[in-house]
């Protein structure tokens, strides 16, 4: 945290509620440090110079209880656990399989070590920590075995789109918003004055854009620290934007308020997405064995077959040998 930052705050603990997440801004102090890190999946936002803590019942008593009258909630958790996470119905002896993204799936069902084995079989398996799913990758050959699996015990099975992306917002334009306004021209003037690229000009032109008319009403100037976090939360859970479209939209509305206006950073906490991993894509047994019949050169074959046992070459083949095996 900047010295700028600490003054005026010696022992105040600033906490802010974003979600599934809290957002911790203190002076710096190992002791405090320590407790932090003693709750798991605790982590340091250096783009934002804040710790992020995890939001359940036990972190939120656990931070209360140990700040005391130091801490001052910015945003206090909602009722409940305080997560957002998307839930599908826990049906007894039922699987849900819910796409998330192109190469992913997202497992929901009862606890069952017999399916938490079978998923544990499959390749590029991984539990998230976040949505508490075990997610698998999306091909015809490993859903077919998640079909097996539930036939063979006498399980539904049941194949859904991601509930989120069949309910997202799309973008608002001027026909639906009465008093729709245009970016103004001192953000365009000092963005091209501190000579930013074109492309990154007309990005946080667009994204500043949107932002102005959600909050068509009201004047940009007067927008508070808490209807901007509301507006991330909308841009994600409504818009279902992507990680990269929401640090875009961050950016434009810090470069404003940070640049334009001259504010500081401490009038307003947002906390930026993690980077996605994405894994790859897997060969089918079929495809890897075209693929290896296609070469007639013994050489050639053993040094195919050799590079593609060793797995970390497979997205090669997933990227640039599986497009030419459908020719």
Not at 41 to 47: A, I, T, V
Not at 59 to 64: A, N, P, S, V, W
Not at 79 to 91: H, L
Not at 260 to 283: A, D, F, H, T, W
């Amino acid at each position: 945290m900047k010295a700028e930052e600490q003054q005026g705050m010696p022992n105040e603990v600033i906490a802010t509620a974003t979600g599934h997440r809290i957002l911790l801004r203190l002076r710096k102090s190992q002791q405090d440090i320590t407790f932090i890190k003693s709750l798991p999946n605790s982590r340091w936002d250096k783009s934002a110079f804040c710790w992020v803590v995890i939001q359940n019942q036990q972190h939120i008593g656990k931070i209360c209880q140990y700040f005391g009258n130091r801490l001052q909630w910015i945003e206090k958790p909602g009722n409940g656990s305080g997560i957002n996470k998307e839930r599908y119905p826990a049906e007894k002896e039922t699987l849900y399989i819910v796409k998330y993204h192109n190469g992913r799936v997202r497992l929901y069902f009862q606890f069952n070590p017999d399916l938490i084995a079978h998923i544990k079989q499959q390749p590029f398996y991984a539990w998230d920590s976040e949505t508490l799913t075990w997610t698998i990758p999306h091909t015809e050959k490993i859903l077919e075995k998640m079909v097996n699996f539930c036939k063979s015990k006498g399980w539904k099975y049941k194949y859904l789109e991601d509930i989120r992306q069949l309910q997202r917002v799309s973008r608002p334009g001027p026909e639906s918003i009465k008093n729709y306004r245009q970016c103004p021209e001192v953000y365009i003037e000092k963005l091209t004055i501190m000579r930013y690229s074109r492309n990154t000009i007309r990005v946080y032109t667009e994204c500043f854009k949107e932002f102005i008319n959600y909050f068509s009403e009201k004047e940009i100037n007067e927008i508070t620290q808490s209807e901007i976090m509301d507006y991330q939360r909308y841009l994600v859970e409504k818009r279902c934007v992507s990680n990269s479209y929401q640090n875009q939209a961050i950016n434009s509305i810090k470069f404003y308020y940070e640049r334009v206006l001259g504010g500081n950073r401490e009038k307003y906490y947002i906390e930026r997405p993690r980077k996605e991993k994405i894994l790859p894509e897997v060969l089918s047994e079929q495809e890897a064995l075209l693929l290896f019949n296609a070469l007639d050169n013994l050489k050639h074959k053993c040094m195919i077959m050799t590079a593609y046992s060793g797995g970390d070459v497979q997205l090669f083949f997933c990227k640039i040998i599986k497009p030419r095996l459908t020719v």
